[in-house]
């Protein structure tokens, strides 16, 4: 399933990208760079070249790259509109 990341909280959204960028084996310990990888992130979002998706089979979220969640669209028959 598709999230629409402007319907989550700054903290929430904030929260999912950190978790992503810890899985992403990004190094937390330096907060300058965390808090741009953040934005960077969220300028993906903005421009729609990443999207949020959540898994109910294995009740977790990913974001990833739009191009690889069109290739693995597969997995639901929903339709996004970009």
């Known amino acids: 399933m598709f999230i629409d990341h402007k319907l ?18 990004f190094d937390s310990s330096d907060f300058q760079d965390q808090n741009t990888q953040v934005e960077r992130v969220v300028n993906a979002l903005n421009r729609k070249e990443m999207v949020i998706t959540w898994s109910e089979l294995h009740q977790s979220f990913n974001i990833q790259d739009k191009q690889s969640f069109d290739e693995n669209a597969y997995e639901s028959d929903e339709s996004i509109d970009y």
Do not use: F, M, P, V
């Open 8 to 25: 989550l909280s700054e903290d929430a959204l904030n929260g999912l990208i950190k978790d992503y960028l810890t899985r992403c084996d």
